[in-house]
């Protein structure tokens, strides 16, 4: 049980250059990587769900490789077992909580029927106490709702890695603390493997993890 | 009143088939220009907007250049035994070229406005890009294309240069409600042209009051 993870990615635009150069490997089942925003760190999560393209290195989660560029691998996102919750959740607006959360169990070229429930899909709603908007749109829930629902869909699948970026950033602080304590126990609960981004140092205190902090495109700690 | 439903038959079948092929081939041309990164993306929305611009006369002798007995494809066609000139298809394609910045338009803002996060928190959840465009991208672009397909059939309703240059204006065959206008007001017969308009003009209301109606906001839609 184990992140491996060693990537080089240089981005340049009109304005400015950006190296990332990250190297981090930790047997930890909660990892917390901590810096400032622009350190790179979204890029960083997004070249471990597979949504970039990093120039060189590798990323390996249990001893699977998802990325290598030397061996020529790059496992299409769709295949890499990672789950990833975005920072303002990205839920499906036109989707009910329940089609969100069955997102994943149905391939295919259609969307969850309304009324479909996958036993996998109750368990999630009772787990996350959300049974009782189960047919509401993402746009009609709270804050608390939309984050239990972004994690929902990212479990339902069984993922080997649950990557989230700034889960608590989008909440109000009172929220905060809550989603914080409730996001510690469902790992030690479901023994999650847990990758989180942050800039803030709350979040590295409450989350007892393995702490990586970058700057400026580096592991500084 | 035959002489008002045979033109106003021909007119609908006309427009239906120009608005369909218009949501396949718009909504395609827009996806993929949606997706393209190139500076040539921009040359080719031009020509594709052409249409909007051109007089549709224009347009009609382009048609005849390219699709005629003599023309570039006209001659090929002509061996497969597809006769486009002074048929009812060659309306169609007529209306389709006229009507088709419309949709391919509106698609491609409305798939610009969909947020990319959501196509990549589909993939990360395991779809295949088909899968992504189907269950992701088309319906929350759904609005948009509805809307400009709902146009393409009011203008595709109302085509008259372009229709009369390729598919003539044959009673029955190729006449369509705006081409009998004019020959009705040419004839001095007011009163059939007077019908006429009035049709065209309520079924063009009708249209762009759909375009409201059926498209359903997902972003707001929800149940108590």
Redesign the interface.
């Known amino acids: 049980m184990s992140i491996d993870v060693a990537i080089r990615q240089s981005l340049r635009d009109d304005a400015r250059r950006f190296e990332l150069d990250i190297a981090f490997e930790t047997a930890a089942r909660r990892v917390v990587v901590f810096g400032p925003s622009g350190a790179g760190k979204s890029l960083t999560l997004r070249a471990m769900a597979g949504l970039g393209r990093p120039d060189a290195g590798h990323v390996r989660v249990d001893g699977h490789v998802l990325y290598d560029a030397a061996a020529h691998i790059d496992v299409p996102a769709r295949d890499r077992g990672v789950a990833y919750v975005f920072q303002d959740y990205a839920l499906f607006p036109h989707l009910t909580v329940a089609q969100n959360i069955g997102f994943a169990l149905r391939g295919g070229w259609l969307n969850p029927r309304r009324r479909e429930r996958d036993p996998r899909v109750v368990q999630m709603l009772a787990l996350f106490e959300l049974a009782g908007v189960a047919d509401s749109h993402p746009s009609r829930i709270s804050g608390g709702q939309r984050q239990r629902v972004a994690l929902a869909r990212a479990l339902v699948a069984e993922p080997r890695l649950l990557l989230l970026d700034e889960p608590f950033a989008a909440l109000d602080p009172a929220l905060r603390g809550r989603m914080r304590m409730e996001l510690l126990a469902l790992q030690q609960r479901l023994d999650l493997q847990l990758l989180v981004i942050t800039h803030d140092a709350a979040d590295v205190e409450a989350l007892q993890g393995h702490t990586v902090e970058i700057r400026d495109g580096r592991v500084v700690r | 009143m035959a002489s008002l439903w045979v033109p106003l038959a021909l007119t609908l079948k006309v427009a239906l088939w120009a608005t369909a092929i218009n949501l396949v081939l718009g909504v395609a041309v827009a996806f993929a220009l949606s997706r393209w990164r190139s500076h040539a993306r921009e040359v080719v929305d031009s020509i594709l907007t052409l249409p909007l611009v051109l007089p549709p006369t224009v347009l009609g002798y382009y048609l005849l250049v390219v699709l005629g007995r003599r023309g570039v494809l006209g001659g090929w066609l002509d061996r497969l035994g597809i006769e486009l000139v002074f048929t009812w298809q060659g309306a169609v394609i007529a209306s389709t070229l006229v009507a088709f910045p419309l949709v391919q338009k509106a698609a491609r803002a409305a798939f610009e406005a969909v947020?990319p996060?959501?196509e990549?928190?589909?993939?990360?959840?395991?779809?295949?890009e088909?899968?992504v465009f189907?269950?992701?991208s088309l319906?929350?672009a759904a609005r948009g294309i509805t809307a400009g397909a709902l146009l393409a059939f009011a203008r595709a309703m109302g085509e008259f240069g372009a229709t009369l240059m390729i598919a003539g204006n044959l009673p029955g065959r190729t006449q369509t409600l705006s081409v009998a206008i004019y020959a009705a007001v040419q004839a001095g017969d007011d009163h059939a042209a007077t019908v006429m308009v009035l049709v065209v003009s309520a079924t063009c209301v009708a249209a762009l009051l759909l375009a409201g109606w059926l498209a359903p906001d997902?972003?707001?839609?929800?149940?108590?």
Request: net charge positive.
């Open positions: 947020d996060q959501l990549g928190a589909a993939r990360v959840l395991g779809l295949r088909a899968a189907f269950r992701v319906p929350l997902h972003t707001r839609r929800s149940r108590p």
